[in-house]
C-alpha cells in the first residue's frame, strides 16, 4: 500500500520561506515521478512542481526562481523549498506519485495522493 504523507505547512508572511516534505511508503520515490500540486478555495489543483527517478525537475511558471524540489533517496522524502513566498501561493499542497518517469502537469495522470498540507502568506 502506498502512502504519502506531506507535512511543512503552516502560516507564514510575503517574502517567507517554508519548506514542505512528501514521505513514502510502499514505493521507492527514486524510481518514480513525485509532483507538487496546490488548490485555492474555488480553482482548480494546479501543477506546482516534479522531480523524476533521473531527478529531472520542472516548475510551473509562477513558481520558478522561488520554489525547489529535490528528493533524499535515503529517507525516501521528497521536498518543496519555497522562498519569497507570495499572498497567491496560499493553498493546499498536496504531493502525489505517478508510476511513469515523464513528469506530467496533469493531475489526473497520478495514481496517488496525499492528505494535503495547508500554507498561508500573509500579506
Known amino acids: 500500500q502506498v502512502q504519502l504523507v506531506e507535512s511543512g505547512g503552516g502560516l507564514v508572511q510575503a517574502g517567507g520561506s517554508l519548506r514542505l516534505s512528501c514521505a513514502a511508503s510502499?514505493?521507492?520515490?527514486?524510481?518514480?515521478?513525485t509532483g507538487w500540486f496546490r488548490q485555492a478555495p474555488g480553482k482548480e489543483r494546479e501543477f506546482v512542481s516534479g522531480i523524476n527517478w533521473s531527478g529531472t525537475t520542472n516548475y510551473a511558471d509562477a513558481v520558478k526562481g522561488r520554489f525547489t524540489i529535490s528528493r533524499d533517496n535515503a529517507k525516501n522524502t521528497v521536498y518543496l523549498q519555497m522562498n519569497s513566498l507570495k499572498p497567491e501561493d496560499t493553498a493546499v499542497y498536496y504531493c502525489?506519485?505517478?508510476?511513469?518517469?515523464?513528469?506530467?502537469?496533469?493531475?489526473?495522470?497520478?495514481?496517488?495522493w496525499g492528505q494535503g498540507t495547508q500554507v498561508t502568506v500573509s500579506s
Open positions: 510502499g514505493r521507492t520515490l527514486s524510481s518514480s515521478t
Open positions: 502525489a506519485l505517478r508510476e511513469y518517469t515523464h513528469i506530467s502537469y496533469s493531475a489526473g495522470t497520478y495514481d496517488y
